[in-house]
């Protein structure tokens, strides 16, 4: 079983199964990331991004955070300025999610990175 992995404020989790947005995934989509940014850092400016361009897909959605990473048959390498590498396995489709805390006042905010 393929695991999840995190990096700063990332979690990358496997896809399983048949998941509605990937049969709707297309360069042609204004959700295509040709820079390979999955996420940009709003506190630093340093974004988490793909060392490779070739190796992936990434697909972001709107102002959620929310992405998804087709990964190629030679595995990915996700980098970061303050972060240290992670590597996704190959032929594996990953949902990112931003991890989330709670304010003073009890609101529910994504983590700025």
């Known amino acids: 079983m393929k695991q999840p992995h995190r990096q700063g404020d990332l979690m990358f989790v496997p896809i399983t199964g048949n998941h509605w947005r990937l049969n709707r995934l297309s360069k042609d989509s204004e959700e295509y990331q040709k820079n390979g940014i999955i996420q940009e850092g709003e506190a630093t400016g ?46 594996t489709s990953y949902e990112v999610h931003i991890a989330q805390e709670e304010d003073p006042t009890g609101e529910i905010r994504r983590v700025m990175d």
């Open 46 to 91: 340093h974004h988490h991004k793909l060392e490779n361009l070739n190796s992936a897909e990434v697909y972001r959605f709107g102002n959620s955070g929310n992405a998804i990473v087709v990964v190629g048959r030679e595995g990915a390498r996700i980098i970061h300025d303050e972060h240290g590498p992670i590597f996704l396995e190959p032929n």
